[in-house]
Structure formats: C-alpha cells, structure tokens
C-alpha cells in the first residue's frame, strides 16, 4: 500500500485534514455575517500565511452556518483588467455557481451588473445572502492601475451599500491596512479587521503530528519541539519542514510501522540544507513583501543565531553597525510588526 504524506505545501488546504485551527478567524467572519449592520471584513496577513486556505474553507463551510452562497473570486491575475472585464468575470463566477445566466455587458457595464445582480439578490429567499470571498484585494490597489483608483474602488463603494441584508463581502490583503493607499482606506473605513497571524502553540502541535492521523508517522516531543522552535507557527514553514522528514523517513521501509520522527531527524534535515533550498522561492516571496525597516531587523535577528532573544540595546548597537545612526520611527516600530505578522 503506497503511504501518502499528509503535508500540503503548495496548494490552498482550506476543507481538508490538513487545515488546523483558524477558529478565531472563522468565529469573527460569522460575527460580522450575522450583524444586522455590518456586511464585510477585511482578513490581513502575510504571504503564505493561510489567507487563501481560510477563504476555501469558509466557501465549504458557510452553508453549514446559515443560507449563504460564498462566491470566491481571485483577484491575482487582474490587477490590469479594465472595470468591464472584472465585472464580467466576477458575474460570470456568480452566475456558474448559482446557476444563472450571465448578464449582457455590450452597453454600460456597471449599470448592467448593478441591475443584474440586484435582480439576483431580489431572487434569493429571504433568509438567503451571497458573499464575496474576495482574494488577493490588494494587488488592485499596487498595480499602478489608474483604472483601480477611479473606477473600481468607487464602484465597490457603492456595491457595499447594495444591500446590507444579502451581499456581503471578505476581503484578503497581503499588506498591513496602514500600508495601502489612501483610496483603499476610505473603501475599508469602518469595515471590521482581522489578523491572520501564526499559529498557536497547540494548533501547531496538532499540525505536526497531522501524520498520526493517517498512521504513517509519529513524533517524538522532543522533535516537536523543535520544529516548533524553529516555524514559531508559521503553517506554510511547519508544513514544509515536515514534509521533508516525513519524506526522508518513509521513503525508506522501516522495522516499525509507523516509524517515529526523532529530534535527530529533524536536525538531520536541517543540517542537510535541503529545506532551504526547496523553500527558496517561498522565502524570498516572503522576503519580498517585507517593507525595508522590518527586513534590517529580521536580518539582525538571523545574525543573531537560533531563537537567541535580542533586547532594544542589541537592536541599537547591531543597526549602527550596519551603518545606521539614527533609528527612525519605523525601524521602532518594526520588531513589533514582526511579531504580528
């Protein structure tokens, strides 16, 4: 019988075994569903960090919570697309999984789609609301796309107040809400906000010892420990570090099945440097999305070794060494941005 590693790396995990925890997160976005004033939430967080997992588990899930239809619709592609375009595509999406026709957008498109989607909502029972799981929200807002500025966002605005009861609307940024423009801004004044940040201690355990489940592998404390230490919750960082020692150990026939993953392994791994080179692209997509202040700061901590803590006088003493004198506001601020993300 051929064993399957039960670690997801590359792909969304969003409605599998594989998706642990997230419980705050999913209890704020039915907060904000069942509030009779509030129709969407914006969810915050880092690359990789499970945004996109969090919206396919809320698309499977939703209906089990009440009469909602959650669309999700990824924006990542089209931060160039014409207002035309995204709305033909959003209602294109609409009409597919509710099973309507598509509107006609040869003349005026948004007041078609305006039209079209406030028949379609005067069409559910209602008890029954649609809700847009919007991702990637942000690569609108960074594309340079003028159209985004005077077209789009002005546009959601009004799409916000369509109709409280029956539409409403999550949205996935990668950049802090303080870091997008002032447009984007006006369109979330208002709008609840939620971090999606790093596991806690006891869903990560649970995410390490995700191969208990599926009884192919077990895990020695001390190993869990470990890979505790080194993600810090990190569930893209855990999942990978332990799909490496789960393939190191399983892709050999073991005496005892299952086989148990020990300290040593982990290490073995991690010496090998195998783990960083297979995580190249990920941590540079990581990298790249860090503003300059809190990259300077997370390099000291690399320099600094393993999980050693660094007070604010290491800090001072470590900058000026890289050749900064004077330590500005964001460069204050910016341990403390790392450890919210």
Not at 8 to 34: Q, S, Y
Not at 141 to 160: E, H, I, M, V
Not at 291 to 304: D, F, H, Q, V
Not at 311 to 321: D, Y
Request: with cysteine.
């Amino acid at each position: 019988m051929i064993q399957k590693n039960p670690y997801i790396t590359g792909n969304p995990v969003g409605n599998g075994p594989a998706f642990i925890g997230r419980a705050d997160v999913l209890r704020e976005v039915l907060n904000v569903l069942k509030h009779p004033e509030e129709n969407a939430i914006v969810l915050v967080g880092q690359r990789r960090i499970g945004k996109t997992s969090v919206l396919h588990e809320l698309k499977a899930n939703l209906p089990k919570e009440g009469a909602y239809h959650p669309i999700y619709f990824d924006l990542q592609d089209k931060s160039q697309w014409p207002l035309e375009q995204l709305l033909q595509a959003l209602a294109n999406k609409i009409s597919d999984e509710l099973q309507q026709n598509s509107p006609d957008f040869e003349n005026d498109p948004d007041n078609t789609f305006d039209q079209w989607l406030q028949n379609l909502l005067n069409d559910l029972s209602q008890d029954k609301s649609l809700v847009l799981l919007l991702d990637e929200f942000d690569v609108i807002d960074d594309s340079g796309n003028k159209q985004a500025g005077t077209t789009f966002f002005p546009y959601l605005r009004q799409l916000l107040d369509l109709d409280h009861q029956r539409l409403n609307f999550v949205f996935v940024t990668g950049r802090k809400i303080n870091d997008l423009s002032q447009i984007v801004l006006e369109l979330f004044k208002g709008i609840t906000n939620k971090q999606v940040s790093l596991l806690n201690r006891d869903d990560t355990v649970k995410l390490i010892r995700l191969s208990e489940q599926n009884k192919t592998l077990n895990w020695q404390n001390k190993a869990i420990e470990k890979i505790g230490q080194l993600t810090n919750g990190h569930p893209y960082l855990t999942q990978h570090l332990c799909s490496r020692v789960w393939n190191n150990i399983c892709a050999i026939p073991q005496k005892t099945q299952p086989p148990t993953a020990t300290l040593k392994e982990v290490e073995k791994v991690i010496k090998s440097g195998d783990i960083l080179k297979a995580s190249d692209n990920a941590l540079e997509w990581l990298w790249g999305a860090l503003p300059a202040a809190e990259r300077l700061i997370a390099s000291l901590l690399a320099n600094a070794g393993d999980a050693k803590p660094m007070n604010h006088e290491q800090f001072k003493e470590g900058l000026q060494k890289k050749g900064v004198q004077i330590i500005t506001s964001d460069l204050q601020e910016a341990p403390k941005k790392l450890v919210d993300i």
